[in-house]
């Protein structure tokens, strides 16, 4: 069964607009982290924010902030002031507390950005 | 720079040739972790480390292998390479890997290609 949901298609966003990126999860295990990690076209992987299932407030780095919403299940990234170096793919990704341990990340399919000038 | 090095960056090989990747994690890591990225099954988690000992294994083929040396590095070892084996592989770690807030840093990834 698909963990994390990204089914937005491919989004073009003006620069210094604000975009915002939805996740949905799925979970029964109430002790769990969500986690968004941006992908540029060069390849490697880069760990943008972390949302714990347990923390009171929404997650903020910088010009990324995470709109959690335990009760929907989703945790959606807003990038504010777009700049040309997002445009990327962003991966949404869940840790479920489970086994003890056991630390794997389940992955969304992504969403695709391009920052228009 | 996520501190995590892989190497080789590139590798092109052919059916049935065996490979191995390398990985090196963040200075204070313990814990490793392998994925696959490919187009059709997307990010997949293969295999986790902890300390030298496995932790936990995912969609890992039994044609492929890996392990943690006493140093912390990480091989992950793939034979009897197929086509469909071609994918960006990636190395992350974490400082425990036994905790939810525990953040995966990522390698560069190597990309391999099986002609």
């Known amino acids: 069964a698909q963990k994390i949901t990204q089914t937005q298609p491919g989004m073009f966003v003006q620069e210094k607009e604000a975009v915002t990126l939805d996740c949905t999860y799925d979970?029964?295990?109430?002790?769990?982290?969500l986690f968004w990690y941006k992908q540029p076209s060069s390849g490697e992987m880069i760990f943008l924010i972390y949302?714990?299932?347990?923390?009171?407030q929404n997650a903020t780095e910088g010009r990324y902030s995470l709109n959690f919403q335990k009760a929907r299940k989703s945790a959606n990234l807003v990038i504010s002031a777009s700049q040309l170096g997002d445009s990327a793919m962003y991966f949404c990704?869940?840790?479920?507390?489970?086994?003890?341990?056991?630390?794997?990340?389940?992955f969304g399919k992504g969403n695709q950005v391009v920052v228009i000038p | 720079d996520s501190g995590v090095t892989q190497t080789p960056k590139h590798l092109i090989t052919a059916t049935g040739q065996r490979v191995t990747l390398r990985c090196s994690p963040r200075?204070?890591?313990?814990?490793v972790y392998w994925y696959q990225q490919s187009l059709d099954q997307g990010l997949q988690f293969l295999i986790q480390?902890?300390?030298?000992?496995?932790?936990a294994k995912g969609n890992i083929l039994e044609r492929f292998s890996a392990q943690q040396f006493p140093d912390l590095h990480s091989e992950l070892n793939l034979s009897s390479l197929e086509l469909g084996d071609s994918a960006l592989y990636f190395c992350?770690?974490?400082?425990?890997?036994?905790?939810?807030?525990?953040?995966?840093?990522f390698g560069p990834g190597t990309r391999l290609t099986v002609l």
């Open positions: 992350a770690s974490s400082v425990r890997g036994t905790v939810a807030q525990d953040t995966q840093y």
């Open positions: 200075s204070g890591d313990l814990s």
């Open positions: 480390y902890y300390n030298g000992e496995e932790r």
């Open positions: 949302q714990g299932s347990y923390d009171q």
């Open positions: 979970t029964s295990d109430p002790s769990y982290g």
């Open positions: 990704a869940m840790r479920e507390e489970g086994n003890y341990g056991n630390n794997r990340l389940a």
